[in-house]
């Protein structure tokens, strides 16, 4: 068990520009997170995964965010036309299902818009 | 949104000491969970409960899940220095999907 890997762990882009990040789960968990913590701030919630399907999503993903999770493994998280207020850590978190919902996280990915 | 009110939001310890914080809201979880989290990394998860009233324990860590199921709190014995960082507590609603609700978190440094 590897646990959760996020790449890449530093993006350093300018405002108006695409990036994409990407979550590798736990290999036996179906269940996907992503969150978004700021500086001084507990971990909000994004949306999150159960295998390929996204179930719920926050107010907080705006029509510029958009993850996917294609095979139901790993998960991409894209922002497109980046704002300086993008500029946070973005954590993946995976867990299993059936009513245990200890998450699990990974180092995350510090984005910074110039 | 909803909002878990954690404290101390900072405290400083001194090797051995023992330490206590907590995490209130208004809403009822059906699960608290406490992480860890060192600068520039992810949280790491310590303990998790399910049952009020519930108490658990992993190592020099010690956990309750409040009975009003609207509280947790975390305590430390015998502190040593690789405790410190930013301790959080999340919930999890009844109802939700499994998404955590976070606290702001309890930043824990050593005493100069």
């Known amino acids: 068990d590897t646990g959760v890997s996020q790449n890449p762990r530093h993006k350093i882009t300018k405002r108006g520009q695409n990036v994409t990040f990407r979550c590798d789960p736990i290999?036996?968990?179906?269940?996907l997170y992503w969150y978004r913590q700021t500086l001084g701030q507990g971990p909000e919630f994004l949306t999150y995964?159960?295998?390929?399907?996204?179930?719920?999503k926050s107010r907080l993903l705006s029509d510029r965010f958009s993850a996917e999770r294609p095979k139901g493994s790993f998960s991409t998280l894209e922002i497109q036309r980046t704002e300086q207020g993008d500029s946070a850590m973005y954590l993946c978190?995976?867990?299993?299902?059936?009513?245990?919902?200890?998450?699990?996280f990974g180092p995350g990915t510090r984005l910074t818009v110039t | 949104g909803q909002q878990l009110n954690q404290s101390p939001q900072s405290m400083f310890i001194q090797e051995g000491e023992d330490v206590s914080m907590n995490c209130t809201s208004s809403?009822?979880?059906?699960?608290w969970l406490w992480y860890k989290q060192d600068p520039g990394e992810g949280p790491v998860l310590l303990i998790a409960?399910?049952?009020?009233?519930e108490l658990t324990s992993n190592g020099r860590l010690t956990a309750q899940f409040g009975i009003t199921r609207k509280d947790s709190f975390l305590n430390i014995s015998a502190s040593i220095p690789s405790d410190v960082g930013i301790y959080f507590c999340?919930?999890?609603?009844?109802?939700?999907?499994?998404?955590?609700?976070f606290g702001k978190g309890t930043k824990l440094s050593v005493k100069p």
């Open positions: 290999s036996e968990h179906n269940r």
């Open positions: 978190a995976s867990s299993l299902t059936g009513g245990w919902y200890e998450q699990y």
């Open positions: 809403s009822i979880f059906n699960t």
């Open positions: 995964f159960q295998n390929e399907a996204q179930l719920e």
């Open positions: 999340a919930g999890q609603l009844g109802g939700s999907q499994g998404n955590l609700i």
């Open positions: 409960l399910y049952k009020a009233g």
